[in-house]
């Protein structure tokens, strides 16, 4: 998934043809190790807890010794680290600091209320921020940016109440041990609220156009709209089903960015086509099949 965010990220953020493809799978490959790495060193230290929450994972079924484990997620954030190193000098302090960020979270963050769901979330962003970086047009994945950052902090909001019976074992408490399931239902549906608003807002504001709003509106707005009317009436055994859908919202909202990038001054918001567009020349619009103005 993370993969696969860096490069959406770059198509919708690029030129149409000015993605270098090799360098982009790079980076995608990159990211997607240093995913690996995080997911792996978080299965180590939660052996005990996934016994009880999630007993099917190879660890807690004695499949994988801990040390394969985390030999593994060794051998993983490092090939992300030297990936990067590879790309240039942004992109290896983003691979870097991606990776210190999530061993962090597994060993600290986790357990500290809302700080570990922010870092995840600013984390998911990131990865759309970088596949900016990798295209020279930051602005470009800005959008796609502040959806997966709100997604995924509702998704983990609905994520700590699964898991906290098995949460119990750790020392610490996350939001929904310290503050309760309700609340943390309250703040996972007030964060799909957010997004519901945020979402036809590129449409409007002339950044995608009408492809974007209907694959959006069908595949994301309705499944959020579930989702909060869900949570908010305390179905406690459809948490794992609204985990699935607000998965599904983020595939989907990444395929509606990428249909209504055509609209396109926002993929184009720095460099020269921008300033053209600026200056009302038709010849730039001709160039891109767009209707002049």
Not at 9 to 16: D, H, Y
Not at 89 to 96: A, N
Not at 158 to 177: H, L, M, N, P, Y
Request: charged letters at 15%.
């Amino acid at each position: 998934m993370t993969a696969a965010a860096v490069c959406a990220a770059a198509f919708i953020s690029a030129p149409a043809g000015d993605v270098e493809w090799i360098q982009v799978i790079l980076g995608a490959l990159a990211a997607g190790l240093i995913a690996a790495g995080g997911n792996v060193h978080n299965d180590v230290l939660d052996m005990e807890v996934d016994r009880i929450n999630r007993p099917d994972r190879p660890l807690p079924r004695g499949l994988v010794s801990k040390k394969e484990a985390s030999n593994f997620a060794v051998i993983l954030f490092a090939g992300g680290i030297l990936i990067g190193y590879a790309l240039g000098l942004v992109p290896s302090v983003i691979t870097l600091a991606a990776a210190l960020t999530l061993m962090v979270y597994n060993h600290k963050l986790k357990m500290t209320p809302l700080a570990g769901n922010i870092a995840v979330s600013l984390l998911t962003g990131l990865a759309f921020v970088f596949g900016g970086v990798l295209t020279g047009n930051v602005k470009g994945a800005l959008i796609p940016a502040g959806f997966s950052l709100f997604f995924h902090f509702s998704r983990e909001m609905v994520k700590d109440i699964q898991d906290c019976e098995g949460d119990k074992v750790r020392s610490g408490a996350t939001f929904a041990q310290k503050y309760g399931s309700r609340t943390a239902a309250l703040t996972a549906a007030d964060s799909m609220g957010i997004l519901l608003i945020m979402v036809p807002l590129p449409y409007f504001a002339h950044l995608y156009d009408f492809k974007y709003l209907m694959v959006s509106s069908l595949g994301v707005e309705l499944p959020l709209l579930w989702a909060i009317y869900t949570i908010m009436k305390r179905e406690v055994s459809n948490l794992g089903t609204i985990s699935k859908i607000l998965k599904i919202g983020m595939v989907m909202g990444l395929i509606s960015l990428i249909a209504g990038r055509g609209c396109g001054p926002f993929c184009r918001a720095s460099g020269l086509y921008w300033r053209r567009l600026r200056r009302g020349d038709g010849n730039c619009w001709r160039k891109w099949g767009l209707p002049l103005k």
